[in-house]
């Protein structure tokens, strides 16, 4: 027996990742026996600070490229952005569950935790360079999930959510894995490289790709569910309105950003030759999306409903930016827009939040009345989140997307950015009922919604990205194109 | 060697093939379990015949012990248990054929058209057969596929984390969920006496303050 | 100089910013807000003087605050300029801005919030100004959205009528679909010119793509079977979006409804601001419009046929706002038809003039509103000339301004739109507009008639002249309504020079004896709708009858509907939208809330949260679903790819 021999492992290159996954395991021993119950906010701070930390570790990083763990995983300019992004996603939502918890009465330390193993699995996610790491990164992201939408139990919504996901999202996973396997009968590897390399060297007219294709069909469907892209999106609304507001927040950007992130690499590294199949699938996925999207948000009296279709509609204008990741436009628009829908919608929720007092949901349009007598800051607020989610100048959502359908108009999908117009055209509708009950309305004797310190500071720091991205984007465009720049090589 | 291998095979499939069918046909859920774990019996015994002892006792602790389990909890907790007389097809059921056949016909269809597996090529005699023995797994976990040992440990500590937070902790202010036997008996006094007795009702929540440290 | 007029768009802004922020008090809000546009006008009146006193080819002051967008390719600045074409504009815009600031602090005195309502006025003047003075398209699309928001907040500011929260609604969403267009022109201009600026940015600087219309001459686009010339393509998408802003057919619907809001936001929306914007648009991109010639023939019928429309629609009109509104509309397709025919100085010429006596108009509207307790109906007014003498003294003027009456402003810029439309040959198009043009002095003359002659029908009020801050305003603009023309006589033709760097244009033929019969037609109809209905004021009651509908019968009704356009996009765009989403929610979202689109009410609300007990039935339904969107997947890429 041959002495076992490990390969050459360069921590550096996981450095955030390895720290968000540390700090998380850490915190739930600290939580278990130093952080007394009805204390638990503490067990928030220090998930911060976790976060945090993680993100300045990242500093260094920039500029390098490098793989390691054998090539399974890798670290480029793109992932590091993504992986700032989706901390940021973190440290918002936890921001925005401090109060929330407690009022609902159902803060429990453990909660603080999972979240950051969810953000390990979406960095994973964007770092995966294997199709068993992608998996990994999948489950890890959504297993915590199905825990976390279930964290109110003693709804029955949320039980019902919960249950709803996990069933779902087995399924979906089924299909992950045989497509992987399907992949691997191909091609023998797993290592998107190589599945890569694959495909380069024959001459596709000759080969028999049907195992190959179909395990490719397979994953995509995987993916697909998680990205939320119809008909793939049934899940998407119940889910979100049962799972605890802060948790619907993260969800609608934390998998879409983590799912299609591995999209961009899977595409991209593993089947860039197999552009003619994927490419109308996936097309056709997208356009009807935004269809589905946005016409079912305008049947939606109720606005946390109404958030969950809309964010299907977006996941349509992210795909946009995916589908023509082979130019250098398309990863561009990709990550820009998941920073700006980031930021728009989770300051929704909090708004959403905001509102909600205890035990007690107000997402009726109803309840939105007259907001600007009572609140106004919460209202303006709201006010640029919805704008900035139709897409209104000088928002930075109007930026994002006139950025992503110039990547489709140019990536050779100009149908495509046509659907997405006209999409977003009838998408104001539904954003601006929202507007007309804050400030077209009197308020019918709905009390002054209280504003504590987490919520005022995620609502100000979203609100203040969105309009200094939309008036001065320059800086993030800059970020954003460096970090697209290794990719598709 | 040969025939005794073909004919061994011949037995393990059509109690396979055997088993499955019981388990669709059969009227009474438990018993239909019980089938399937049969079935899976059958399955672990093709394995062993392939020479993956592995991959068999991984069969047999996985699916005999773990999931058939599973599914005879499930049938328990479910209400109308016995299923006695429950019919097990629904309706439909045109409509279910038609839907596994065709994803079975998927399954079946690469090899039907004759697919090129790739194969490995066959190893030089004297080194251990690829992905058979447990040591070879061992030695991938922790060379090739280090990364990936590592985050299923991250996993299985979330997935363990999940199954605290929502089972053990708080149980108290879950819905109260009968047991069997409590739910016959139920049912029994219900049809004895007059129907006043009250139907099962849900647990009074535990406010906060009876949360005390001192449970955790 | 960029300071100065970095000024202009920012004065208004900070105003703005003060209302919001700042001022709680009604009477500040409005000295603020007036002094603020009022300021601006000054600057944009110093703006023009720097620039008058530069050569005629240099005329162009551009400023750049910072790069907005700046990622290899694609680069937008945020930059402002100023040239001939913005200054007059940027000059209506203020002047007439203020003037209606002013009148709004008489006309909302007393209303509960009338510091909001300022800082939307604020705001608005700041958004029309960026359209104005922007250099690239990104630029123009932001002040392009703003107004659409404004209009949209000050049309539903009286929110407790209900019409006015539909009316907002439908004026945004109508907006909206000319804003796609919008979008999509901009995405072609892009990728065919690779920049979204009009001009150069100073000397040496890479060429704004109006100055590149040449490169793409003769390229087409589309499908094999039916390619069309890009410059089609593109013009033809701005066309939409200009036909959306300046309320064209087929989308004017949004128009009339829009007088649900405060009477001097109807008169900033259609007279100084908001409806210029498309026209503006397409003078400012003038080359590509004429680099097509389809999309000028489509111009040039859709503004004609939106001004006979408009125009018959407007002599049906009982309500006094609405009459106006139809005329602006009408008004606003002979703008867009000189567009069409090339005419476009005369086309601006219009604009001007009409901006200010339309302003005039609407604000003495108003002044009759508001003396009369609110009363819009025209059947219950009359006999107001002795109530009211100094509005009706302006109305008068304005009334005659427009129906293009010898020597008042409007008479000159529509002649020159008539000449135009003569001398170039395009008889059927003069026809339409000269009908319309009669058909615009019948129902002046029979609005005057209805409100300032006869006898007072409704004697529930006692009508009373309007305070000063509000007739004030009124004189100044009729001043301006007389002598407007001045700007552009036939010999002086002051307004084509100024525009000859921009728009490049001779100034046309002055036709005499088309002056000649043009002013006899306007004075006849207006004298014959005059006659009719003071001979007839016995007979019109209130919710009554119109006298001429004896004659006329079902046409009157068509005219009084505008000729159902309306109801049509009701009956089948709406009814259908409802269908399909109703459906959408009906079928994939059996959970979903609500059916009714414009609905409110918890009702369906709370019958979907009793029905959401743990039903694995519908996580079945979801499953179906799943399976055949895989199904199709795989069928795809595995059969029907190859």
């Known amino acids: 027996m041959d002495a076992l021999t490990i390969p050459p492992v360069d921590l550096g290159l996981i450095a955030p990742l390895l720290v968000v996954v540390t700090w998380a395991t850490g915190l739930l021993l600290v939580d278990t026996f130093f952080i007394p119950v009805g204390r638990k906010k503490l067990t928030g701070y220090l998930a911060i600070a976790g976060l945090v930390v993680a993100g300045l570790v990242g500093l260094p990083l920039w500029g390098v490229s490098g793989s390691t763990f054998g090539g399974m995983v890798r670290l480029d300019p793109f992932a590091l952005t993504l992986t700032w992004v989706f901390l940021l996603i973190g440290i918002l939502s936890i921001t925005m569950s401090l109060d929330y918890l407690p009022r609902q009465d159902i803060e429990q330390g453990e909660y603080y935790p999972l979240i950051m193993f969810a953000v390990s699995g979406m960095i994973l996610l964007a770092q995966g360079a294997d199709l068993i790491v992608l998996f990994l990164g999948i489950e890890t992201l959504s297993i915590t999930l199905y825990i976390l939408t279930g964290f109110a139990y003693p709804r029955l919504t949320s039980e019902e959510a919960a249950m709803k996901y996990l069933v779902l999202g087995a399924f979906a996973a089924g299909f992950f894995v045989y497509g992987i396997a399907l992949i691997f009968g191909a091609t023998g590897s797993t290592r998107l490289s190589e599945i890569g390399a694959y495909a380069a060297d024959r001459d596709l007219g000759d080969t028999n790709l049907t195992l190959l294709l179909g395990g490719a069909a397979m994953v995509l469907i995987a993916f697909s569910f998680k990205a939320a892209l119809a008909p793939f999106h049934m899940w998407i609304p119940d889910v979100y309105q049962g799972s605890p507001t802060p948790v619907a927040a993260f969800m609608s950007v934390g998998t879409k950003g983590g799912a299609l992130a591995a999209l961009v690499r899977l595409l991209f590294e593993a089947l860039p030759t197999l552009n003619a199949y994927w490419l109308p699938v996936l097309a056709g996925l997208t356009a009807l999306t935004m269809v589905v999207g946005n016409l079912g948000a305008i049947a939606q009296m109720d606005v946390k409903r109404m958030l969950a279709y809309s964010s299907i509609g977006h996941a349509g204008y992210v795909m946009l930016g995916v589908m023509v990741a082979g130019e250098q436009r398309g990863p561009e628009a990709f990550i820009f827009y998941i920073l700006v829908y980031a930021l728009s919608n989770l300051g929704a929720f909090a708004v959403l939040i905001a509102l909600e007092h205890q035990g007690e949901e107000a997402w009726q349009l109803d309840d939105f009345a007259g907001l600007y007598q009572r609140q106004p800051l919460l209202a303006v607020a709201m006010a640029i989140f919805m704008f900035s989610l139709a897409g209104v100048p000088p928002t930075a959502g109007f930026m994002a997307k006139f950025y992503a359908l110039t990547a489709a108009w140019e990536g050779g999908l100009p149908w495509l950015a046509l659907v997405g117009v006209l999409t977003s055209a009838i998408a104001a509708f539904f954003y601006l009922r929202v507007i007309i009950r804050m400030f077209m309305t009197e308020p019918e004797g709905e009390p002054a919604p209280e504003l504590n310190r987490g919520l005022t500071i995620d609502i100000v720091v979203a609100a203040a990205g969105t309009i200094i991205i939309g008036l001065i984007p320059a800086p993030i465009f800059a970020l954003v194109e460096r970090s697209a720049v290794a990719l598709g090589g | 060697m040969e025939v005794v291998v073909q004919i061994t095979f011949g037995v393990i499939a059509v109690f396979i093939l055997v088993a499955a069918a019981m388990v669709v046909s059969v009227r009474n859920v438990i018993h239909a379990a019980l089938w399937l774990i049969a079935c899976f019996f059958g399955v672990g015994a093709l394995y062993m015949l392939l020479e993956a002892e592995f991959l068999a006792v991984v069969q047999v602790l996985i699916y005999v012990g773990a999931v058939s389990v599973l599914i005879l909890f499930a049938i328990m907790l479910t209400r109308q248990i016995t299923g006695e007389g429950v019919r097990q097809l629904t309706n439909r059921w045109p409509v279910v054929l038609a839907i596994a056949t065709l994803l079975f016909a998927t399954v079946l269809a690469p090899t039907l058209i004759n697919q090129q597996w790739n194969v490995p090529p066959a190893p030089p005699l004297g080194t251990p057969e690829p992905i058979a023995g447990p040591a070879e797994l061992g030695r991938g976990f922790v060379n090739e596929f280090l990364i990936q040992f590592q985050v299923v440990g991250v996993l299985l500590t979330v997935a363990l984390i999940g199954a605290i937070v929502i089972a053990y902790e708080e149980r108290a202010r879950r819905r109260k969920v009968l047991t069997l036997a409590e739910e016959l008996e139920l049912k029994r006094l219900r049809e004895q006496t007059s129907p006043t007795v009250p139907a099962p009702v849900e647990a009074e929540p535990v406010v906060q303050e009876s949360r005390s440290a001192s449970e955790r | 100089m960029e300071l100065l007029i970095w000024l202009i768009p920012l004065l208004p802004f900070i105003g703005f910013l003060l209302n919001v922020f700042v001022i709680r008090r009604e009477r500040t809000a409005g000295l603020v807000a007036s002094g603020m546009v009022a300021a601006a006008f000054v600057v944009t009146l110093i703006a023009v003087g720097v620039l008058a006193s530069m050569p005629p080819e240099e005329r162009r002051i551009v400023s750049t605050a910072w790069e907005w967008i700046n990622t290899g390719s694609f680069q937008v600045p945020f930059a402002i300029m100023f040239d001939p074409l913005t200054a007059v504009m940027a000059l209506l815009i203020t002047g007439v801005g203020a003037l209606i600031h002013v009148y709004s602090i008489g006309y909302m005195h007393g209303d509960p919030r009338v ?528």
């Open chain 3, 115 to 642: 510091v909001r309502y300022f800082a939307y006025l604020n705001l608005f003047v700041t958004m029309m100004l960026f359209l104005v003075m922007a250099n690239n398209l990104l630029l123009l699309f932001l002040g392009w959205e703003g107004v659409g928001l404004c209009s949209f907040l000050l049309i539903g500011f009286w929110f407790e009528r209900k019409t006015a929260g539909e009316a907002a609604v439908k004026a945004f969403v109508v907006n909206r679909i000319g804003d796609a267009a919008f979008i999509l022109a901009m995405l072609a201009i892009f990728t065919y010119f690779g920049t979204l600026n009009f001009y150069s940015e100073g000397e040496g600087g890479a060429l704004g793509f109006l100055e590149r219309v040449g490169d793409i001459a003769g390229l087409r686009v589309g499908p094999n079977w039916q390619p069309i010339f890009v410059s089609t393509a593109i013009s033809f998408l701005l066309l939409i979006g200009a036909t959306g802003k300046s309320a064209q057919f087929p989308l004017f619907v949004w128009l009339p409804d829009a007088m649900a809001g405060p009477t001097p936001v109807s008169a900033l929306i259609h007279a100084a601001t908001m409806v210029t914007g498309g026209v503006y648009l397409m003078a400012r991109t003038e080359p590509l419009f004429v680099a097509s010639f389809t999309t000028q023939g489509w111009v040039t019928w859709i503004g004609a046929l939106t001004a006979l429309m408009a125009g018959t629609a407007a002599m049906a009109q009982w309500d006094i706002k609405r009459v106006l509104a139809y005329s602006t509309v009408s008004q606003l397709g002979f703008m867009v038809a000189a567009c069409g025919m090339g005419a476009y100085v005369a086309a601006i010429f219009h604009l001007l003039t009409h901006g200010i006596f339309k302003a005039l108009l609407f604000l003495a509207a108003g002044s009759v509103i508001h003396g009369t307790h609110d009363t819009q109906d025209m059947r219950r007014m009359g006999g107001l000339k002795d109530a009211m003498p100094v509005t009706f003294r302006t109305y008068l003027i304005g009334a005659l301004a427009l129906a293009g009456i010898f020597p008042l402003a409007g008479f000159w810029s529509k002649d020159e739109i008539l000449a135009h439309a003569v001398g170039h040959g395009h008889t059927p198009i003069f026809i339409i507009l000269f009908i319309t043009s009669l058909f615009t002095a019948f129902y002046m003359g029979r609005q005057v008639a209805l409100i300032f002659f006869g006898t007072q029908r409704d004697p529930s009020y006692h009508p009373h002249e309007s305070p000063q801050v509000m007739t004030v305003p009124l004189i100044v603009l009729a001043v301006g309504a007389i002598i407007g023309g001045a700007i552009n006589l036939p010999v002086l033709h002051w307004l084509t020079d100024w525009l000859e760097p921009v728009l490049h244009e001779q100034a046309g033929e002055f036709n005499l004896w088309l002056a000649l019969i043009a002013t006899i037609g306007a004075v006849g109809m207006g004298y014959l709708g005059w006659w009719i209905y003071t001979t007839n004021a016995a007979k019109i009651k209130i919710g009554g009858k119109d006298p001429i509908y004896r004659y006329s019968g079902d046409i009157w009704e068509g005219m009084a509907e505008a000729w159902y356009l309306d109801r049509l996009y009701q009956r089948t765009v709406v009814a259908g939208f409802e269908r399909l989403s109703d459906f959408l929610a009906r079928v994939f979202d059996p959970q979903g809330v609500d059916g009714l689109v414009m609905g409110v009410g918890r009702f369906f609300g709370g019958l979907a949260n009793s029905l959401r007990a743990v039903q694995t039935g519908y996580v079945r339904t979801y499953a179906l679903v799943f399976t055949v969107g895989v199904l199709l997947v795989i069928g795809f890429m595995l059969w029907i790819a190859r």
